[in-house]
């Protein structure tokens, strides 16, 4: 939805000024948020893990839809950026969604915060916001719907790079519920941008979107085929929240045909890791010893979440900034 | 003006460093450069001194303090410090002391990885410029520079100086 627009979530320069879909975004850029990610890794491991980058700025966390890891990562990333943060939890109304935004938009805009980070159940909010707010705030995606999840796509590559390797020989495999997944459409669009040869998504023909051809991928329905011998497994969360009416028969048939087990797991690469956004689902979309064995990484996910959300977060303001001062330059100019 | 030899400073600066820290009593100091040219300098420094310890790498790109004006560096790498800062002496190394703002973006990094005992500045090229009380314990070379002029290290090997012309505004 954002292809044919001009890109706003890039100033004149091409940087990031927003972080809205990785829809547009170069592969230069997706590497230079991942290389800039890695040097946050580093910060994190030290006595003091905290930079004073965007000290005296404030970060507002807007979450309309409950999250834990996602909002307390961006609280945490912000705070080791040395910013100021505030998180409000707003809970999702019935009013429509124009009334709702303009309306909450208004009040935040208000509060003279530098940055927001906004967490939507509807698809495109974050865009929203990012079109109407005045010059100079940035618009972080924390998730919009059923549309984008940038940074989850972004820290899922950032462990695919660091565990794995270079994107141009890997194989991997996104499997479960993809059709309500914003992680799995971030993901597909961040793999296919990176170079990755061999995306495939697998899961029941109820819960696979229309149109997943333009992403490039290969669609199994059947587990054991589209496993067959991949690098990377990354499983979804069923969401039961998202579903109406007859999608599944029931948890324990999914698992049976889509669960990620030891044995399913061994018709992977020998090395594969086995990635999933959170929160799991215990023996409804991955089996235990899976989910706490030695070729999980999702954990690890968790605390690149932290290097990319600072990433993210710092080049956005950075972005800001830079497009400020060419404002102000054309100005002087006129 | 022409710019000094790297290659013929270096070893007047190792002789200077090395009086330098006997005349404070320091044993063992760790050894510091600041990414790029720092790392470069840091490195000579290190063979013409036949000192085999580990070389501490630092990136202060997360520390400057013109972020609010420039923006974050693109090409930022993670610091390498592979020895304890805590109580330690330090010899911090960079190519070219301008403004002194670098110098004290890498303090404030050091300092968060702990207290040192000390910390000695060693610079290349010292251009005069200071905007802050900042000065280096030893100097390759000081010379100024007319407005709009720069000097940028060349490296790793040989190194370098090069004069270059900022385009006017």
């Given at each position: 939805?954002?292809?044919?627009?001009?890109?706003?979530?890039?100033?004149?320069?091409?940087?990031?000024?927003?972080?809205?879909?990785?829809?547009?975004?170069?592969?230069?850029?997706?590497?230079?948020?991942?290389?800039?990610?890695?040097?946050?890794?580093?910060?994190?491991?030290?006595?003091?893990?905290?930079?004073?980058?965007?000290?005296?700025?404030?970060?507002?966390?807007?979450?309309?839809?409950?999250?834990?890891?996602?909002?307390?990562?961006?609280e945490?990333?912000?705070?080791?950026?040395?910013?100021?943060?505030?998180?409000?939890?707003?809970?999702?109304?019935?009013?429509?969604?124009?009334?709702?935004?303009t309306?909450?938009?208004?009040?935040?805009?208000?509060?003279a915060?530098?940055?927001?980070?906004?967490?939507?159940?509807?698809?495109?909010a974050?865009?929203?916001?990012?079109?109407?707010?005045?010059?100079?705030?940035?618009?972080?995606?924390?998730?919009?719907?059923?549309?984008?999840?940038?940074?989850?796509?972004?820290l899922?590559?950032?462990?695919?790079?660091?565990?794995?390797?270079?994107?141009?020989?890997?194989?991997?495999?996104?499997?479960?519920?993809?059709?309500?997944?914003?992680?799995?459409?971030?993901?597909?669009?961040?793999?296919?941008?990176?170079?990755?040869?061999?995306?495939?998504?697998?899961?029941?023909?109820?819960?696979?979107?229309?149109?997943?051809?333009?992403?490039?991928?290969?669609?199994?329905?059947?587990?054991?085929?589209?496993?067959?011998?991949?690098?990377?497994?990354?499983?979804?969360?069923?969401?039961?929240?998202?579903?109406?009416?007859?999608?599944?028969?029931?948890?324990?048939?999914?698992?049976?045909?889509?669960?990620?087990?030891?044995?399913?797991?061994?018709?992977?690469?020998?090395?594969?890791?086995?990635?999933?956004?959170?929160?799991?689902?215990?023996?409804?979309?991955?089996?235990?010893?899976?989910?706490?064995?030695s070729?999980?990484?999702?954990?690890?996910?968790?605390t690149?979440g932290?290097?990319?959300?600072?990433?993210?977060?710092?080049?956005?303001?950075?972005?800001?900034?830079?497009?400020?001062?060419?404002?102000?330059?054309?100005?002087?100019?006129? | 003006?022409?710019?000094?030899?790297?290659?013929?400073?270096?070893?007047?600066?190792?002789?200077?460093?090395?009086?330098?820290?006997?005349?404070?009593?320091?044993?063992?100091?760790?050894?510091?450069?600041?990414?790029?040219?720092?790392?470069?300098?840091?490195?000579?420094?290190?063979?013409?001194m036949?000192?085999?310890?580990?070389?501490?790498?630092?990136?202060?790109?997360?520390?400057?303090?013109?972020?609010?004006?420039?923006?974050?560096?693109?090409?930022?790498?993670?610091?390498?410090?592979?020895?304890?800062?805590?109580?330690?002496?330090?010899?911090?190394?960079?190519?070219?002391l301008?403004?002194?703002?670098?110098?004290?973006?890498?303090?404030n990094?050091?300092?968060?990885?702990?207290?040192?005992?000390?910390?000695s500045?060693?610079?290349?090229?010292?251009?005069?410029?200071?905007?802050?009380?900042?000065?280096?314990?030893?100097?390759?070379?000081?010379?100024?520079?007319?407005?709009?002029?720069?000097?940028?290290?060349?490296?790793?090997?040989?190194?370098?100086?090069?004069?270059?012309?900022?385009?006017?505004?």
């Amino acid at each position: 939805m954002t292809a044919a627009k001009p890109p706003l979530q890039l100033n004149d320069q091409g940087q990031l000024r927003h972080f809205l879909s990785l829809d547009g975004l170069s592969r230069d850029l997706l590497n230079e948020i991942l290389d800039t990610a890695d040097s946050f890794l580093e910060v994190g491991a030290r006595a003091v893990k905290k930079v004073p980058l965007l000290r005296g700025k404030t970060v507002c966390n807007v979450f309309f839809e409950n999250s834990t890891r996602t909002r307390t990562t961006f609280e945490l990333a912000a705070k080791r950026l040395s910013a100021d943060v505030i998180t409000l939890n707003v809970s999702t109304s019935s009013t429509s969604k124009g009334e709702t935004l303009t309306d909450t938009l208004r009040n935040l805009e208000a509060m003279a915060a530098d940055m927001f980070v906004v967490r939507h159940g509807d698809s495109g909010a974050a865009h929203f916001i990012a079109e109407h707010v005045c010059p100079g705030v940035a618009i972080i995606n924390g998730g919009d719907g059923r549309h984008a999840h940038p940074t989850q796509g972004m820290l899922d590559m950032l462990t695919i790079r660091r565990h794995k390797g270079d994107f141009d020989k890997l194989s991997v495999a996104i499997v479960g519920d993809i059709l309500h997944s914003r992680v799995a459409r971030s993901n597909m669009l961040a793999l296919k941008t990176l170079g990755c040869p061999d995306i495939r998504v697998i899961g029941p023909r109820t819960l696979l979107p229309v149109g997943l051809e333009q992403y490039g991928v290969q669609v199994f329905t059947d587990m054991d085929q589209g496993l067959a011998g991949v690098d990377v497994v990354i499983m979804l969360r069923l969401q039961r929240e998202r579903m109406q009416g007859g999608l599944l028969p029931s948890e324990g048939e999914f698992f049976r045909l889509y669960g990620l087990t030891p044995q399913r797991l061994a018709l992977a690469n020998p090395e594969a890791i086995v990635m999933h956004p959170g929160p799991i689902n215990r023996g409804v979309e991955i089996d235990s010893a899976v989910a706490d064995g030695s070729q999980s990484v999702i954990l690890n996910q968790v605390t690149y979440g932290i290097a990319i959300r600072m990433a993210v977060l710092s080049m956005a303001m950075s972005g800001q900034t830079a497009q400020r001062q060419t404002n102000s330059e054309s100005e002087e100019q006129a | 003006m022409t710019l000094p030899d790297p290659a013929l400073l270096i070893p007047q600066m190792a002789d200077a460093l090395s009086q330098h820290l006997a005349r404070h009593g320091i044993d063992e100091p760790q050894f510091i450069g600041i990414r790029t040219g720092g790392v470069w300098v840091a490195q000579a420094l290190l063979e013409h001194m036949a000192e085999s310890s580990a070389l501490g790498v630092l990136d202060v790109s997360f520390y400057r303090d013109d972020f609010t004006r420039n923006g974050l560096h693109p090409q930022v790498q993670p610091s390498e410090l592979p020895f304890e800062i805590e109580g330690r002496h330090l010899v911090l190394i960079d190519d070219v002391l301008m403004s002194g703002r670098t110098v004290r973006a890498a303090m404030n990094e050091l300092f968060d990885y702990g207290r040192p005992a000390s910390i000695s500045l060693v610079c290349l090229l010292d251009l005069d410029a200071r905007e802050l009380p900042i000065r280096p314990d030893v100097v390759g070379a000081t010379l100024s520079l007319e407005p709009g002029e720069r000097v940028k290290l060349l490296g790793p090997a040989p190194l370098a100086l090069e004069r270059q012309t900022l385009a006017a505004h």
